[in-house]
């Protein structure tokens, strides 16, 4: 993917329809660590569906978060954001080996084939993972394709509040970098971000994003059922949720029930992505296990939960892995269940302390 000019000092930005988060990542005595880190919550209808429609005033968090920012503010004028999941395309792609100069014809040519937007109207990026089988004289491809107008949008967005767009970054990418360890297995790894708009999922084997796909079921989705199903405004709904979680006794059960459907919904797709994965992708190997983060992976009991019915290794994400070392006993600044919502942004900032 794009490489970073050495020595920028960049930080990463993470948007979404409810919140902007930063956090910058640096290196002191070749160590990692956390300089700064900021949430800024956004009223409705200023991002909607990733698209920017009111810039004026997410100009004005932008700036308000950076100078708020906690440990330190944020003085850095580069910045790596985020794409939305959903309006960003990934894919690996196997071509025919090409001299290299002939690759972009070739990634392009297929591109237009494979992704559902017109690539001439998008940003297109890849990175080749392999050679392949040389028998069959091929290369794997990793390809992402993203909307021209939207990180055009974005990035104006940051130009007006006076900081200088270094990389765009489809979220799967900076998730992975956040989540997952070199050293873990070579097996894939399905991650899913539990989030408050949609659920996204990613499939990740050999050092590569290799599929995604986001579903509508999500946080509130869960929230307006308990507030239906009980009878009580979405705010107590909301507060109810994170005291019962998923038990299934005395004054919980309602809540149970009420989330139940969707529950089952995100089941069911699982088992569709994971067999899609297998049919498709060619994979000899099953998921090795399931990592979640995103918000609504902090619900008590959502890791026992999809354990059980997808019959794998579940575990909460841990976006630290790769920024405190294993041999230490470190205390992130952020606690456990409030890290699952900053996995992005941690991501993208890391990347900006690896190419420092």
């Excluded at 109207?121 to 290369?139: F, H, P, R």
């Excluded at 055009?152 to 997952?180: C, F, H, M, N, Q």
Aim: hydrophobic share 40%; net charge positive.
């Amino acid at each position: 993917m794009f490489k970073l000019n050495n020595k920028l000092d960049a930080f990463g930005i993470d948007f979404s329809d409810r919140s902007i988060k930063v956090a910058q990542i640096k290196k002191n005595n070749n160590k990692l660590q956390l300089y700064a880190y900021g949430r800024e919550n956004i009223s409705r209808g200023l991002i909607v569906d990733g698209e920017i429609k009111k810039p004026e005033e997410v100009v004005k968090l932008i700036k308000k978060i950076l100078s708020t920012s906690k440990i330190n503010p944020i003085k850095s004028k580069f910045a790596i954001y985020s794409i939305p999941e959903p309006k960003g395309f990934i894919r690996i792609m196997e071509i025919k080996k090409v001299a290299e100069k002939d690759i972009e014809n070739v990634v392009r040519y297929e591109a237009q084939q494979l992704f559902p937007i017109d690539i001439e109207e998008a940003y297109l990026d890849w990175q080749v993972l392999s050679d392949g089988n040389n028998k069959k004289e091929t290369i794997k491809v990793l390809v992402a394709a993203v909307p021209q107008q939207l990180v055009d949008s974005y990035s104006a967005v940051l130009k007006d509040a006076g900081l200088k767009p270094v990389v765009a970054e489809i979220e799967s990418i900076a998730i992975t970098r956040s989540l997952i360890n070199k050293n873990q297995t070579t097996r894939p790894i399905l991650v899913i971000d539990l989030g408050r708009d949609r659920t996204s999922f990613i499939i990740f084997k050999n050092l590569a994003v290799q599929f995604t796909a986001s579903i509508p079921v999500c946080g509130e989705e869960i929230i307006k059922a308990v507030s239906a199903k009980m009878s009580i405004s979405e705010e107590e709904s909301e507060k109810i949720i994170k005291e019962c979680g998923l038990i299934f006794k005395d004054d919980c059960k309602n809540v149970y029930r009420a989330i139940q459907p969707s529950l089952y919904e995100m089941i069911r797709y699982i088992s569709k992505l994971i067999n899609f994965y297998k049919e498709h992708y060619k994979s000899e190997s099953d998921i090795a296990k399931v990592i979640i983060c995103g918000g609504e992976a902090k619900i008590p009991g959502m890791s026992s939960f999809l354990s059980l019915r997808v019959k794998k290794e579940v575990e909460k994400g841990n976006p630290w892995i790769n920024i405190f070392s294993s041999d230490k006993k470190e205390t992130p600044p952020i606690s456990e269940d409030d890290s699952m919502i900053f996995v992005t942004v941690l991501g993208l900032a890391l990347r900006g302390a690896e190419e420092d």
